[in-house]
């Protein structure tokens, strides 16, 4: 199970919070009323017509076309329960049991009535309430004595599959293991600022505590709402106003922060894009799926523990003021240790989305057949200057127009061919993602779009001719989505390109509308609830490549498979609950061309490189590693045998870092690029072998 919870998005695939715009620096709320003082929320009757409106919607116009009956209500206030305590640490079996009882016949009903209660969703979050006021009360008195850590007891990692506690009791037990558990975790990564683990896990509480009592009725629907909306697929979603407005930063075109879309998964903040040309993706420190522990306001400033605070607020505590300091601890996606943090400080800038432009770089690579120059283009997304394209400016920024004057730039430059890196590009412009296709294919289709009514279109080539005729390597990843897909998966189709890197991209097939629900509630005469409406993200249809096959689920495949950094961590759009099924349709009609490259000789001949590269090496033993631990699921709650393997991996990287010396590499360098340099060596092979004719 994958639950994740987002708030905001930016593109066509990039789904979060948006790290951007200025705002305040958050503070604290001052102390709430206890659950036996605040039983339950009043509902607001204009809340009504907006979960009504969210119904209609899902019903009517969503891809799938699945109604809203008993058997999804069963599957909705399952999610609702994992949404609300996805590590199962505070519910009892006997509240999930009674609450089921209580409202898995009828919440589909109140949804589709004329004025929905929506008493099921305020009464659980009640319940919600009142477990955490208990739960956090009871670790709050163990906080005052001592924590036993250098004990032999494990604890389990994830929760998100366990089954819930039968008793108060067993619960203790839980509690009494995570405590320990996070106190070590505390303890190794403390710095001289951080202050001590059992102060930070106490205010840590405190604030949870008070997270907990200190929401509004929106608040709550939008978790209510997100449960259902996310039992359809993974990227509808009703958002409140607030929600809207930071789904909104990315028509502004700008932002002040770091450059990062975030997302919450099972209570800890994950980056889930970086925004190219921003603070994050410059530094070099930063990954995808990296998550973000607690973030600090400048060097030596406290810092603010992160873990299991609403997305909205990390927010606000992440943006600022261009130009300050800004201090994040980081668990990395990669890291094998699950105590593994790292600190790393950033300066919040204004980031114009649309200058995050292509680059491009050209490489002499050495082959069989001589060395062959080699143009690298980086495209970390599809984006368009849509304020400068408004204007009618001929030269406005975009990713084909970037990537088109690298082109021309290069005509002189006899390139022997091309790589194009989409390993961190989550996609963006549709248009965009057809221009850049048209770049390399001569004329023809490029995506086929089916709609709910199963009408089929196609998308094609906005330019007939190819500025570049000759070969192609597209290298991609598990996080190459979406328009990144359509792109690659049209120069495979028509036989223009390699496709080198990960086994297969990230999966996503789909394509989401948003509507604002303000006008529809304005014209059946509800102004009140117009003002609280919001909007909803749905999905509307799926993307085909024109050989007809979806990419949903299963991506565009490697021709040439390399090791996958990512191996195991299940981010693909097949891990993500209730992801729609594959699917495909009729081929479009297009001519393809004849690649004329040796698969079989080429990835042997790559497998050798990477079984005697050092580089390959170190990063399949830390996949082993990281693998062996997710599977075990447990950690051992014993502080010194933690330091040791902490000291162990310190070691290990600085025997990788005198390795690196000897090939010429010094600190404050970036690390190799091996996957790059593979996929550039792959392609001088293809160069090597195929015939001119063929180029």
Avoid: C
């Avoid at 200190?214 to 939008?222: G, T």
């Avoid at 089916?450 to 080539?461: E, N, P």
């Amino acid at each position: 199970m994958k639950r994740t919870l987002i708030a905001g998005v930016l593109g066509l695939a990039l789904t979060g919070a948006i790290v951007g715009a200025a705002a305040v620096g958050f503070s604290a709320p001052p102390p709430l009323p206890t659950a036996a003082e605040q039983p339950n929320l009043p509902v607001p009757p204009e809340l009504s017509p907006v979960a009504q409106a969210v119904g209609m919607v899902l019903t009517n116009f969503h891809y799938g076309g699945a109604a809203i009956d008993d058997s999804r209500a069963r599957a909705w206030l399952a999610a609702y329960f994992d949404d609300l305590d996805p590590q199962r640490l505070y519910f009892l079996q006997s509240d999930i049991d009674a609450l089921t009882t209580k409202w898995v016949t009828s919440i589909d009903d109140d949804l589709l009535s004329a004025r929905p209660t929506l008493a099921a969703a305020y009464e659980i979050h009640a319940r919600f309430r009142t477990r955490i006021d208990e739960r956090i009360s009871t670790a709050l008195r163990r906080l005052d004595k001592p924590l036993d850590l250098e004990g032999s007891e494990t604890v389990e990692i994830d929760r998100g599959e366990a089954r819930w506690a039968k008793s108060a009791a067993e619960l203790d037990t839980l509690w009494e293991r995570r405590l320990t558990e996070q106190a070590i975790g505390l303890t190794l990564s403390a710095t001289a600022s951080s202050g001590e683990p059992v102060d930070r896990l106490r205010k840590r509480y405190e604030r949870i505590r008070r997270d907990a009592f200190d929401v509004d009725a929106a608040d709550i629907l939008e978790v209510y709402l997100a449960a259902l909306s996310g039992t359809f697929d993974p990227h509808s979603v009703w958002m409140k106003p607030a929600s809207k407005d930071s789904f909104d930063i990315d028509m502004q075109d700008t932002l002040t922060g770091i450059g990062a879309v975030l997302g919450s998964e099972d209570g800890v903040v994950v980056i889930r894009e970086l925004v190219a040309g921003g603070p994050a993706a410059n530094s070099g420190l930063l990954e995808p799926n990296d998550q973000i522990l607690a973030v600090s306001q400048g060097a030596g400033a406290p810092p603010t523990d992160l873990v299991e605070m609403r997305i909205d607020r990390v927010v606000q505590l992440i943006r600022g003021k261009a130009g300050t300091e800004v201090v994040l601890t980081i668990h990395p996606a990669k890291a094998s240790d699950p105590s593994e943090t790292k600190q790393v400080t950033l300066v919040r800038e204004r980031v114009k989305l649309s200058q995050a432009a292509a680059k491009g770089e050209i490489r002499v690579v050495p082959s069989s057949g001589g060395d062959k120059r080699i143009g690298v283009l980086d495209v970390p997304s599809f984006y368009v200057d849509s304020e400068a394209e408004r204007r009618g400016e001929t030269n406005f920024g975009s990713t084909a127009n970037d990537v088109r004057r690298l082109l021309v730039d290069w005509k002189d430059d006899k390139l022997d061919g091309i790589v194009v890196d989409l390993r961190a590009n989550g996609g963006g412009s549709l248009q965009q993602a057809l221009e850049l296709t048209g770049l390399f294919l001569d004329s023809g289709p490029v995506v086929q779009i089916r709609d709910r009514a199963g009408k089929v279109k196609s998308l094609d080539d906005p330019s007939p001719g190819a500025l570049w005729t000759g070969p192609v390597t597209v290298l991609t990843s598990e996080l190459s989505a979406s328009a990144s897909e359509i792109f690659a998966a049209a120069l495979q189709d028509y036989g223009r390109a390699l496709i080198v890197g990960s086994p297969t991209t990230h999966g996503k097939g789909s394509v989401q509308e948003l509507i604002g629900l303000d006008r529809w509630l304005t014209r059946i005469g509800e102004p009140e609830a117009a003002a609280r409406a919001g909007a909803i993200k749905y999905t509307s249809a799926m993307f085909f490549r024109v050989n007809g096959s979806s990419t949903q689920r299963k991506g565009v495949l490697a021709d040439i498979v390399l090791p996958s950094p990512y191996r195991g961590l299940k981010i693909s759009e097949a891990d993500l609950d209730a992801a729609l099924a594959w699917d495909q349709v009729a081929p479009a009609t297009y001519r393809r061309a004849d690649l004329r490259a040796p698969l079989a000789a080429l990835q042997q001949r790559s497998e050798a490189r990477v079984a005697s590269s050092e580089e390959f090496r170190w990063l399949a033993a830390d996949v082993a590693e990281r693998e062996a631990t997710d599977a075990r699921n447990t950690l051992l709650l014993q502080l010194s045998a933690r330091r040791a393997e902490v000291d162990a991996n310190k070691a290990d990287d600085a025997a990788r870092d005198a390795a690196r010396a000897t090939r010429g590499w010094k600190e404050g360098d970036d690390l190799p690029d091996f996957l790059l340099d593979e996929a550039l060596a792959v392609t001088a092979d293809w160069i090597a072998t195929a015939p001119a004719a063929a180029r």
